[in-house]
């Protein structure tokens, strides 16, 4: 049975990122198990954005958004004092499902720059309510009171624990994700990104299956907010300022949009150039900027895509 | 604090002024898009440009007026080095592509501005002869420079109108709007159109930001702060359209200017002022948003779109 | 167990600095970081007698990119200390993690009132000031002159809320307007207008950066400069007076520093800060180079020896270096006890805008929430 490089490569990848931590304890550098999972936090977003960006053509400038709402409906219930994992991610889902539906409802009633700069907008919205709550910090934020805790499973506060149920929670999503693409769900949401009055014709309410993916896409946004609350231990507005939109979207074009595992290569690649970019020079970004034009205008498939050949995409 | 009549028409005024500020940007903004397709996010970029020319040339020449005069085709040929060098390949590409893109461009200029001219703000003044007053009416003192903005707007629209619909390049620019494949088979140059419709928004958004200039913070960045709002103006006046753009703007600059001014007074009358302090205060900074969403609830093309089809 | 007085080891001390260095606030950090390096000059490139090595981190004005950062010098470069900071919220999120993990943590900007009060710690230092001390030094000023009928205007975050209650603290009079308005607005022609409808008899603002060069330049331009007098804090700086010049002549700002303070160790400091970097000096760039003389006087005191934390506590504690503000002491929640002084915007003899000090308006002044530190020595 031959092997296809895609499988290579996502074989290659899973083995890496489980043995980030023993090596780091290995050579005594702690710090990698931090920052590599803080990568697989975002990786988690980008996918999430995936869904609905790559397979589904919308381009959510708002998609930060989910990962403010994530991350303070861990923060506020810790606050006062509630810090059961279940009932903060549970929350964190839910509440980010209902503000896709919300938002999604709205905003894919339009298309194209309308599209992008209402889901801007929303983003915007909920940023500026986020500063003016001032009990929980207002521009400040607040810091998280304890990482959420999940009775006697695992202790989050160990940091190679949580960075393996970050990891668990990155392949089953990449796994379900996987899934929903190849299922009918996800054939008419691609068929509609591909041509929306043919998928009507053929009967199906394309409003509506979009509308799903694009609350699928912000559950999923919730969560990975939800673990940055953890990771940082802090949380602010910030998050769901556009630009961070702009970033996560960034990860989804480097890796390879529409293909799933591609973001989550984005989102390292991305992080670690600014961490080293960052140290060599403060003018760092007059470099990264002309690297995300050359990806946009020469890497279509983006660095998945680079890796992988003409399977990068399935189907 | 008691709301005269006098203190309406004042931020009416300013909520003109303002307007025509967003009009000068949006009005090249739109036009780029409607024409060539195209999202240019680096558009606040060239403002940028723009003011910094302006700021250096005045420097130079010891004149406002020559110092704005020269910004104008200098900030015209970075646009038109721009277009050629790095935005041909995108007029093929979809927007996302062209908004990632054209980003990338802005952190590129951003830093080339901080490397030249560093990264503290740089001294800009209104001339003289422009910074007194005038009396608009008796009790309503408006400032020369912020009505000279409003003249220098209109001059532009009606520059435009008539370009627009009186000469043979608007017709070929309005011709591309519509349908930019048929006029390419008439045998228009579509590359120099495009060439020169880019250059005439680069020339717009540095007009834009040279009179911007002595008012607000010249520094790098400073053209990302104006960009989301210009990008409401375009969205909900419809892309392509000059009266869009002007209509857009005008509803933009006095909501915003409005709101700012009177929506805790007004609130203040229907709940306690600590309360209407914070509502205010949030439906201020929202209320530009809030209208945008209002508007692309009932016609999602925007109020005046330039094309029948999207 | 005694051993000769040479150190311990050739062990060099590392210090992590975090602070902004690109992006529109990267000026701020570029005057940390020369202020660091000039003072590492002064030093001799040596801390307390051993080599040093400086960890640069850009924060990007992010909470968790600064925790990052902050991680990363604890875990990786495992430093002795991290200092730098400008903004509050990156100083919540990244100082407990450094003391948490048991290592100091010098703060040379932001003064958040949580780190002052319940949250302060034995490991955690500042150079600088509480958030609120400067605003009330100015409402003191300007009870004191029973100025009455005051405009207040901030914007509309934590800081600008900070700063308009520190100023309420001690200014008692009447106050006809307070307006906060969106972070990051460039045109002010409409609050402008409805300041000038309320008649005050002053105005106090607070808007820092780019706001506060455009609200000066718009507030000169709509005539009111001669007409009410303006107040302010953190507005007008030796950044931005070069880009507003004139319009902020006449200006009054309320400080525990200014280029012009008469002592010896300020004076080098501004000289030759002159001379290598060619700007004036900020007060950003004074408390940075107080950090590190403030590390030195400590690591020298306890001749080296790294490990010994208690020794280095107490050694700050004596604030036994040469402050480029003068002498002061350490409040129980080792925020400095300083003066403030009332500075006035003029031109000096070769017609350059320069930041002048008027007056004392504090001496000693002590901030307001030490009360709430459960630390006592």
């Known amino acids: ?315 | 604090m008691s709301i005269s009549l006098a203190l309406v028409l004042e931020q009416t005024l300013n909520g003109l002024q303002y307007g025509v500020m967003l009009f000068l940007m949006a009005a090249g903004l739109t036009l780029v898009f409607g024409i060539m397709n195209l999202v240019n996010l680096a558009h606040g970029s060239l403002y940028m440009v723009g003011a910094y020319l302006a700021t250096a040339f005045t420097e130079r020449t010891g004149s406002f007026v020559l110092g704005v005069a020269l910004a104008l085709p200098a900030t015209l040929l970075v646009g038109v080095v721009v277009e050629v060098v790095a935005l041909r390949t995108l007029y093929e590409r979809d927007h996302l592509d062209q908004v990632l893109a054209t980003f990338g461009l802005i952190l590129f200029f951003n830093e080339l501005i901080a490397i030249i001219w560093g990264r503290a703000a740089i001294f800009t003044s209104v001339p003289q002869f422009l910074s007194g007053h005038f009396r608009v009416l008796p009790g309503l003192p408006y400032p020369t420079y912020r009505a000279v903005i409003i003249l220098v707007g209109v001059a532009v629209a009606i520059l435009l109108w008539v370009l627009v619909t009186h000469t043979r390049l608007g017709m070929r620019i309005r011709a591309g709007a519509s349908n930019r494949t048929m006029i390419a088979a008439l045998g228009v140059d579509i590359r120099l159109l495009y060439t020169l419709v880019f250059g005439l928004g680069a020339a717009l958004a540095g007009l834009a930001g040279a009179m911007a200039g002595p008012l607000y913070s010249v520094q790098p960045g400073m053209g990302e702060a104006i960009l989301i709002q210009v990008f409401v103006v375009i969205v909900i006046g419809g892309i392509g359209s000059i009266r869009g753009a002007i209509v857009g703007a005008i509803v933009v600059g006095m909501a915003d200017t409005l709101g700012r001014a009177f929506l805790k007074p007004m609130l203040a009358t229907v709940i306690s002022p600590p309360a209407a302090d914070k509502a205010g205060s949030a439906l201020a900074s929202m209320s530009i948003y809030l209208l945008m969403a209002a508007v692309l609830f009932f016609r999602p093309e925007g109020l005046f779109p330039a094309r029948s089809r999207s | 167990m005694a051993l000769a007085a040479a150190p311990a080891s050739a062990q060099a001390v590392k210090i992590g600095f975090i602070t902004t260095l690109s992006g529109p606030q990267g000026i701020i950090g570029e005057h940390m970081k020369n202020s660091v390096e000039l003072a590492l000059d002064h030093l001799g490139r040596k801390i307390g007698g051993l080599d040093v090595e400086v960890i640069y981190g850009d924060d990007q004005v992010k909470p968790d990119v600064g925790k990052q950062l902050a991680d990363e010098m604890l875990k990786k470069h495992k430093v002795h200390f991290v200092s730098g900071i400008i903004w509050s919220n990156v100083m919540l999120a990244v100082a407990p993690t450094v003391t948490g993990a048991g290592t100091f943590m010098i703060g040379t900007n932001a003064g958040p009132h949580e780190l002052a009060g319940k949250m302060c710690h034995e490991l955690f230092f500042t150079t600088s000031w509480q958030n609120d001390q400067t605003p009330e030094a100015m409402g003191k000023y300007m009870q004191d002159q029973n100025i009455t009928d005051v405009y207040a205007m901030a914007p509309n975050y934590a800081a600008g809320k900070d700063m308009v209650s520190g100023f309420k603290r001690y200014f008692k009079n009447k106050i006809v307007g307070e307006v906060y308005t969106q972070l990051g607005q460039q045109d002010y022609q409409a609050e402008i207008s409805q300041l000038r409808a309320a008649n005050p008899k002053a105005v106090f603002v607070f808007y820092p950066g780019g706001m506060g060069i455009q609200f000066l330049k718009q507030y000169a331009q709509a005539g009111l400069r001669n007409q009410i007098p303006l107040y302010s804090v953190y507005t007008v700086d030796e950044i931005s007076l070069p880009a507003v010049k004139e319009a902020a002549l006449g200006q009054f700002e309320t400080r525990y520093w200014s280029p012009d303070l008469k002592n010896e160790a300020n004076q080098k400091f501004v000289t030759e800060y002159r001379k290598k970097y060619g700007k004036m000096p900020v007060f950003y760039g004074a408390q940075s180079y107080d950090g590190i003389m403030l590390i030195d006087s400590a690591v020298r005191a306890v001749k080296g020896d790294l490990t010994n934390k208690k020794g280095m506590i107490a050694a700050m504690r004596q604030v036994d270096y040469k402050s480029t503000r003068g002498p002061y002491k350490y409040n129980v929640n080792h925020f400095p006890i300083e003066n403030f002084y009332l500075l006035k915007a003029v031109q000096d003899p070769g017609g350059e805008l320069v930041m002048q000090i008027q007056r004392t308006v504090f001496e000693g002044h002590k901030d307001s929430y030490a009360g709430e530190c459960p630390m006592k020595w």
């Open chain 1, 1 to 315: 049975m031959a092997i296809s490089r895609r499988t290579i490569a996502l074989a290659t990848g899973g083995v890496a990122l489980a043995l980030v931590p023993p090596i780091a304890a290995l050579t005594n550098q702690p710090f990698y198990v931090d920052l590599f999972r803080r990568m697989m936090i975002f990786a988690i977003a980008a996918v999430s954005l995936d869904l609905i960006l790559g397979y589904g053509g919308m381009v959510s400038f708002g998609h930060a958004a989910y990962l403010g709402i994530g991350a303070y409906a861990v923060g506020i219930p810790a606050f006062h004092g509630v810090e059961s994992g279940w009932l903060q991610w549970g929350l964190a889902i839910a509440a980010s499902a209902l503000a896709a539906l919300v938002i999604g409802a709205i905003s894919l009633r339009t298309s194209g720059v309308s599209f992008i700069m209402i889901t801007l907008a929303f983003a915007q919205m909920l940023y500026y309510l986020g500063i003016s709550l001032e009990t929980y910090g207002g521009d400040n934020g607040m810091r998280l009171a304890g990482r959420s805790r999940f009775g006697g499973l695992v202790d989050l506060r160990e940091p190679t624990v949580f960075y393996y149920v970050v990891l668990a929670i990155l392949i089953l999503f990449l796994g379900l994700g996987s899934r929903l693409v190849a299922s009918r769900f996800g054939m008419v949401v691609r068929a509609a990104k591909s041509n929306e009055p043919r998928a009507r014709a053929i009967g199906f309410s394309p409003l509506r299956y979009k509308l799903t993916a694009f609350v699928m896409a912000g559950s999923g946004g919730g969560l990975a907010g939800a673990l940055l609350a953890n990771q940082t231990e802090y949380l602010t507005p910030d998050f769901m300022h556009w630009t961070r939109s702009g970033e996560i979207m960034f990860m989804v074009i480097l890796g390879g949009m529409g293909t799933l595992f591609g973001p989550v290569i984005g989102a390292v690649v991305l992080l670690l150039l600014e961490d080293v970019l960052s140290a060599l020079t403060a003018h760092w970004q007059i470099i990264l900027g002309p690297i995300l034009i050359l990806v946009v205008l020469f890497a279509k498939r983006g660095l998945f895509g680079l890796l992988v050949g003409p399977e990068a995409r399935d189907g």
